[in-house]
Structure formats: structure tokens, C-alpha cells
């Protein structure tokens, strides 16, 4: 699928690793559920579950950048790619709420405090100001400090406190609605 040649990036981590930025491909299904199947435990709570394999092969088999648009973070490792971050933006359709876009974000443990995150973040940002949009929002754990301590310092601030939002591991969460105004 062909996108806008400023979609795709690079960058290097602080580690000295160079991370490809690019768009999700329906060609990425494995490299994806290898990503998301390898999650820790703590980091996997941070998804909304159920969190199938099934899951990932709805995204990768029904891509339209015009409904949901996914860059993911690939880095080359012994002769193979592999992809260790995935960030989305979910668009609206109404024209009441077109001017904003739903943002989430993964990284893999094993990349975690290396800025790539923020990376992702700040180029999702880039995205959403080219497309003219005026808002991004995003839910996020209370307990979730270290992604609540990157999404502010990218000057998101908190809009709610949404309580038992979601049920994970068959317990109440609380989130935050954080927002940012492009």
C-alpha cells in the first residue's frame, strides 16, 4: 500500500541502534505477533485484552491508513528485521470529531529506555499535524508512571480520571484521558 514518503523514518536510539519508522504492511503479521506475543506480563496488562493472535491478523489483513493509521519501529538484528514498537493513530470519521485521531503506543521490554517510545510519539505528533488535525487523546493506567511521564513531557496533559474503565486480569483499572492540543 502505497503512503507519503515522510510516513517512513529513521532513527537512532540511545544505544546507538538504528530504528526504521514505517508504516504497518499486511506483510508484518508475524513480525508483529512475535512482538506482542514476547510482551512481559506487566507490559501486556497495558493492552486492552483479549489479546489474540486472531487480533493481529485483523489489523495487518484490513489496513487503511484513512481509518487507522500504524507506524511501527523495526531494527535489524543478525541478518533479520524484527519489530520492537508499534504506535497508531485511530481516526474519526464524523465531521464533528474529525479534527482528532485516538494515539497508543508499545514498545517491547527489551527496547524500553532507549527513547524510542518517545520517538514514536513525537513522529506520530508530526503525522497528525500534517494531517491537520487539532487534538490527540489517549487512555493510559494511572499506574502506567513511566508512559504518563512521556506523553506529559510531550505536553499531553490529563482531561479525566476514568474510573473502572477497563477490566484486566479480572480487576477494575482506573485510566487517565490525556489529551494534547496541536
Known amino acids: ?5 515522510e510516513w517512513q523514518t529513521e532513527f537512532t536510539d540511545k544505544n546507538g541502534k ?9 506483510s508484518d503479521l508475524e513480525m508483529l505477533w512475535e512482538m506482542f506475543s514476547t510482551l512481559s506480563k506487566e507490559s501486556a496488562s497495558n493492552l486492552l485484552p483479549p489479546f489474540t493472535r486472531e ?3 485483523g489489523w495487518t489483513s484490513n489496513i487503511d491508513y484513512n481509518e487507522v493509521l ?13 519489530i520492537i514498537g508499534s504506535a497508531s493513530l485511530k481516526f ?29 510519539l513525537e513522529h506520530l505528533i508530526g503525522i ?5 488535525l487539532t487534538k490527540l487523546h489517549l487512555d ?12 506529559k513531557s510531550a505536553g499531553f496533559s490529563i482531561e479525566a480520571k476514568l474510573c473502572n474503565e477497563s477490566i484486566v486480569n479480572g480487576k477494575y ?9 496541536l
Open 18 to 26: 538504528k530504528v526504521v519508522f514505517r508504516p504497518e504492511q499486511s
Open 92 to 120: 474519526n470519521k464524523p465531521q464533528a470529531l474529525a479534527h482528532k485521531a485516538e494515539l497508543a503506543i508499545t514498545v517491547h521490554d527489551n527496547y524500553q529506555n532507549v527513547g524510542i517510545g518517545t520517538a514514536l
Open 128 to 132: 497528525a499535524r500534517t494531517k491537520k
Open 140 to 151: 493510559v493506567s494511572t499506574t502506567n508512571e513511566r508512559a504518563i511521564h512521556v506523553y
Open 55 to 57: 487480533r493481529v491478523e
Open 70 to 82: 500504524t507506524i511501527v519501529a523495526v531494527v535489524d538484528e543478525e541478518n533479520m528485521q524484527r
Open 173 to 181: 483499572r482506573d485510566e487517565y484521558r490525556m489529551a494534547l492540543f
Open 1 to 5: 500500500m502505497d503512503y507519503p514518503s
